[in-house]
């Protein structure tokens, strides 16, 4: 059974970066897709981007460049970091496992960040 | 890309739900379904089209007929009230806007 949590800061300033930290237990980071997914509040889910365990990244278009993830694997841990934040970041930000077959089939709790001065 | 879903759908106890989802993904890319409940990850429901996972209800069923996928909850029960989200995957990932189930 994989379990992910999520871990950062709640609160980032406006124009700042957000970075969170995703933990990952019982599956190996190394051979599978891992994702960020974010969701504002009464919204629908927006994907961000994915990382494989071997580096390659995909990032979602919408999000211009400002999308950076990386994976270390003697840490079991891949990570988000979104720069030039406004208030539309502000959301509830999931990391998942993404499955070839199941795609999004583990997921973490969910950790909220708020983009406020 | 879009994926287009009916913002509710309201059933009673024992009644079936249909859940529709349309947009050009539907055509070219399987379709994953997601139920969300308040304060909670999405969870899988249906993956490529039409598969469960263990653990979810043989109540529920999906289809994609090539231009609209459709889940299907056959004697729908308040445990599965919430969101639903229809998902496409490729290179990119697309979530419809979702659909809230109510059965009552």
């Known amino acids: 059974q994989v379990q992910l949590q999520e871990s950062g800061p709640g609160l980032v300033q406006p124009s700042g970066t957000l970075s969170l930290t995703c933990t990952v237990s019982g599956g190996s980071i190394s051979s599978d897709y891992w994702s960020w997914i974010r969701q504002s509040a009464g919204k629908a889910p927006e994907w961000v981007g994915r990382i494989y365990g071997g580096g390659g990244t995909n990032y979602n278009p919408s999000l211009k460049g400002r999308v950076t993830m990386s994976v270390d694997t003697s840490k079991k841990q891949f990570s988000l970091k979104v720069t030039s934040v406004t208030a539309a970041d502000s959301a509830v930000y999931f990391c998942a496992r993404e499955d070839r077959v199941r795609l999004f089939d583990f997921w973490g709790q969910g950790t909220l960040v708020t983009v406020s001065a | 890309y879009e994926l287009t879903q009916p913002p509710s759908v309201s059933v009673s106890p024992g009644q079936t739900a249909r859940i529709t989802c349309s947009g050009d993904?539907?055509?070219?890319?399987?379709v994953y379904w997601y139920h969300q409940k308040p304060g909670q990850a999405p969870l899988l429901a249906i993956y490529r089209d039409s598969e469960r996972p263990s653990g979810i209800p043989e109540r529920y069923s999906a289809s994609n007929s090539g231009t609209a996928a459709t889940l299907t909850i056959s004697g729908a029960q308040a445990d599965d009230e919430g969101d639903y989200y229809c998902v496409s995957a490729g290179s990119s990932v697309l979530f419809g806007g979702g659909t809230k189930l109510t059965v009552l």
């Open positions: 993904a539907v055509t070219s890319q399987y």
